[in-house]
């Protein structure tokens, strides 16, 4: 039996809006049999970097936060620092900024818990003895959870071209380590004849490694962490990524750092994707560019393949719908368009080697 999907698409009629159609997609999804009485459930999303505005909101995520709640479990939300300089390099300012954004106890209905610690060094080892790792670095507070509850922001991604469930376990739950494992093989260079000395990219690279030379744009690669947000933010499509070994080795880490982390969570994992302010760039930017794609909704399953598989598909049947209307922006031609037929494909497809889930599904909607 292929693996469900339920979807609930977005917008609504007065008394089913968005926040009936998330506690709706709870329910038929099962998720009640996930979550247990006194569980320690952490919810896994994204606060979003200081300036950007397209992170999944407070509002969107107390629905199921209070699930969670009334299955008699005690929920916390969680993310992990990031790599380069920002805003949420460490647990104190990351909490400054969740506040900001008004992620508080009184609007999600649970605490914040950093799940790496301070500074992004609280781990649990876990060994996997897969093709790219032994042991995989996974961050302490979702390790140590009881359940756990995947809410992504369904975007694209300038490194991974499609950013569902399994970019986002596999690039914000584990260590640095796991971070700088994933970003180690690229490294942009930038094409002068291109190049109209925007200044785009320098003023957005978050490890200022991009610098103005004779004239022309430089990238200091030793510098470089490997993001890919030059290239994805290019309006003049003049970068251009040179990979150091094969690109898609980048994909099938992330899927190996995401069976890392559901290793000691079998029957215990719920997944929920938001198909709104569907971003060419991740919520880990200093702005939020406009989405790709109208919003579409919401999507639940206990398979992370299949929900996965199920957004992207959509994403890029709607994609294909708008560019009859008008161009798709550089920024969507540079990651969706670029990656979600290609190289992110083999993130799936070794997520599925590694019995994550199935690329095939069946999509069941709800709240029409
Ligand atoms: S963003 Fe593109 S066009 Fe602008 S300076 Fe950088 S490489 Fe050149
Ligand atoms: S990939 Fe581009 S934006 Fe990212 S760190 Fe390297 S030079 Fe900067």
Redesign the pocket.
């Known amino acids: 039996m292929l693996p469900k999907v339920y979807f609930a698409p977005a917008g609504g009629q007065p008394g089913r809006g968005n926040v009936e159609k998330i506690h709706m997609l709870f329910k038929e999804a099962g998720f009640a049999e996930v979550i247990h009485e006194r569980d320690l459930t952490a919810v896994k999303c994204h606060f979003g970097e200081r300036g950007c505005t397209s992170f999944v909101s407070p509002a969107l995520l107390r629905p199921l936060v209070a699930d969670i709640i009334e299955q008699g479990a005690r929920p916390f939300l969680t993310d992990t620092g990031c790599l380069y300089f920002s805003g949420r390099t460490n647990a104190r300012d990351h909490l400054i900024i969740a506040a900001e954004h008004g992620f508080s106890p009184e609007a999600v209905l649970a605490p914040i818990v950093i799940a790496d610690g301070l500074r992004g060094s609280d781990v649990k080892a876990v060994r996997l003895d897969c093709k790219h790792f032994e042991t995989v670095d996974v961050a302490a507070a979702i390790y140590d959870a009881d359940s756990l509850v995947v809410s992504t922001h369904v975007t694209g991604h300038g490194l991974t071209g499609f950013a569902g469930t399994i970019k986002n376990l596999g690039m914000g739950a584990g260590g640095r380590r796991m971070k700088l494992a994933v970003h180690d093989q690229v490294r942009p260079r ?2 002068a004849e ?9 003023e957005n690279c978050p490890a200022q490694a ?1 610098s103005e030379r004779d004239g022309k ?1 430089f990238v200091d690669t030793d510098v470089c962490i490997g993001c890919g947000e ?1 290239l994805a ?7 251009r990524i040179e990979w150091r070994g094969n690109p898609s080795e980048a994909q099938e880490k992330l899927a190996e750092i995401t069976a890392a982390v559901l290793a000691n969570k079998k029957g215990r994992v719920a997944f929920f994707s938001f198909l709104v302010n569907v971003t060419p760039s991740c919520d880990c930017w200093n702005y939020s560019a406009a989405p790709s794609v109208p919003d579409i909704g919401f999507m639940a399953s206990k398979d992370p393949v299949a929900i996965d598989q199920a957004a992207s598909d959509m994403v890029m049947r709607y994609l294909a719908e708008e560019s009859q209307a008008r161009e798709p922006s550089a920024q969507t031609k540079s990651t969706f368009l670029a990656g979600a037929g290609t190289a992110s494909v083999r993130q799936l497809v070794h997520a599925q080697e590694l019995g994550l889930g199935s690329r095939e599904y069946e999509l069941v909607r709800v709240g029409d």
């Open positions: 930038i094409d291109a190049c109209d000395m925007c200044q785009g990219c320098l991009i744009m030059c933010m290019c309006p003049s499509r003049a970068v």
